[in-house]
């Protein structure tokens, strides 16, 4: 018989003012196994209720994490140093505490809606036929995007996370 398995989409921003340990075992007892992370995410505003009530407005294209930039090939647009964390705690507290406790962790992450990137690198946007660049939407065609989409793919995949969405 196929166990039941049920994810929790979650923000880092969850784990900034409560352990990992103690948010996955509120997750536990509601009967989540697992959560979906955003460690991409596009610009949302989002009103928390859990650690306020108070509104959080989140950046396009931030990594809530550290990038490691080994993992993007020459010629790759990369994550620019303002749009990630300064270090990797947050995400490395996550997944040891959930491997700790069976649980799964799941990086969810945008891969071509990233205004940050687009903004800085507007030759690599989708383009209309009036020449109009849509900054907040990375062209999959654009070999650079697609050594950006490569290079998050292997970054993210390197972190102990069970898969990515």
Not at 12 to 40: C, D, H, K, M
Not at 48 to 68: A, I, N, T, V
Not at 101 to 124: D, I
Not at 125 to 148: D, I, M
Request: contains cysteine; hydrophobic residues 40%; charged residues 15%.
């Amino acid at each position: 018989m196929r166990s039941s398995r049920s994810n929790a989409f979650a923000f880092p921003y969850t784990f900034f003012r409560q352990s990992a340990g103690e948010v996955i075992s509120e997750l536990q007892e509601f009967g989540f196994t697992g959560i979906n992370l955003a460690l991409n995410y596009h610009a949302s505003r989002d009103f928390l209720l859990r650690q306020g009530p108070q509104l959080e407005y989140l950046s396009d294209g931030f990594h809530y994490y550290k990038p490691d930039l080994t993992k993007y090939e020459s010629g790759a647009l990369l994550p620019h140093e303002e749009d990630h964390l300064l270090n990797n705690a947050t995400l490395d507290s996550v997944i040891s505490s959930a491997k700790a406790a069976s649980f799964t962790v799941n990086a969810w992450a945008v891969f071509l809606h990233n205004s940050a990137l687009g903004k800085r690198h507007p030759e690599a946007t989708v383009t209309n036929v009036y020449g109009n660049h849509f900054l907040s939407e990375l062209c999959p065609s654009n070999p650079a995007v697609a050594g950006y989409v490569r290079g998050l793919s292997a970054d993210l995949c390197s972190r102990g996370i069970s898969s990515l969405l």
